[in-house]
């Protein structure tokens, strides 16, 4: 029967070979480093392209070090900031062309084109209650033409206009009434209301209320429904039943207690502070201007 050598004495008769070459004298054992130069010669046209791959699988260098985690860490931060902005971008994009959509629901027959003005100046920079937009008379904007906001939201009409720029007056701070309508949930007509800015951002006037029959409880107004203008004399179709804001309060009238007083906020809270209006253009005739040169 063959004896195999047992795994420990080999180990011992290596390291004992190893230490016996350690001692010897260099004279002896120089023939030894013919094999390292063989080794080196076989290992070396490949050891760089091996060194290559090696560090592109795992870059232990920038992983390891506190300067590379910040860099890695940083650049994704900038990449999550650019796809919540465009993501904010399409969602009030989205949101604007379901306005549209409602809109030309709205209009029926009226032809009516709609256009978004960014604001270039408001609040402080103007007279109270007024607003610039950049949108002028070269693109067909006219006095009367209605501004509106996110939701539907009312906002002004256009006081004044030139070539490049219109003004806008926001129905907060105007001085006249304005005639609504508050929706109650399942009412096809409404209670109409008479309602007048207040200065703080709130519109304030009496409501009607109304009886199916003299036997039936009154439909009475309560606090959040939507309020909607219903104006024809004094608005153009543009602006009907755009909303005027949603109810915040509700109190008796002081000299007729049966009748409701309500308190009505808009739903853009500062609508001085927005940065672009949706104007509602109304379509009008054009006159071709003459030739030059005196032709007709």
Not at 71 to 80: L, V, Y
Not at 140 to 150: F, K, L
Request: with cysteine; aromatic share 4%.
């Amino acid at each position: 029967m063959t004896s195999q050598a047992s795994p420990g004495r080999a180990f011992y008769l290596a390291l004992f070979t190893a230490a016996l070459l350690f001692l010897l004298p260099a004279g002896i054992t120089g023939w030894l480093s013919w094999f390292g130069g063989l080794a080196r010669t076989i290992v070396a046209p490949i050891s760089q392209p091996m060194a290559k791959v090696s560090r592109w699988l795992k870059p232990t260098g920038l992983i390891a070090s506190p300067d590379g985690i910040a860099a890695i860490e940083e650049e994704r931060e900038q990449f999550r900031t650019l796809y919540l902005r465009e993501s904010e971008e399409n969602r009030r994009l989205r949101g604007l062309l379901d306005e549209l959509r409602t809109l030309s629901v709205i209009d029926g027959t009226e032809r009516t084109r709609q256009i978004v003005a960014p604001v270039v100046a408001s609040g402080s920079d103007l007279s109270p209650g007024l607003m610039v937009v950049r949108a002028g008379s070269r693109l067909g904007v006219a006095v009367g033409d209605i501004a509106a906001g996110t939701g539907l939201q009312l906002i002004g009409r256009v006081v004044s206009t030139d070539a490049l720029t219109s003004t806008v007056e926001i129905i907060t701070e105007a001085d006249e009434q304005i005639l609504g309508v508050v929706m109650p949930d399942g009412t096809a007509d409404g209670l109409p209301c008479r309602l007048q800015p207040e200065g703080d951002g709130t519109l304030r006037g009496p409501v009607e209320d109304r009886r199916v029959s003299m036997s039936d409880k009154p439909i009475e107004p309560e606090v959040g429904q939507p309020v909607r203008l219903r104006d024809p004399d004094r608005w153009p179709r543009a602006a009907q039943m755009l909303i005027i804001g949603t109810i915040e309060r509700i109190e008796p009238a002081p000299n007729q207690p049966l009748r409701k007083i309500i308190t009505v906020r808009p739903t853009i809270p500062d609508m001085a502070r927005v940065q672009s209006v949706l104007l509602r253009i109304s379509e009008r005739g054009t006159e071709v201007p003459a030739p030059m040169g005196g032709g007709t």
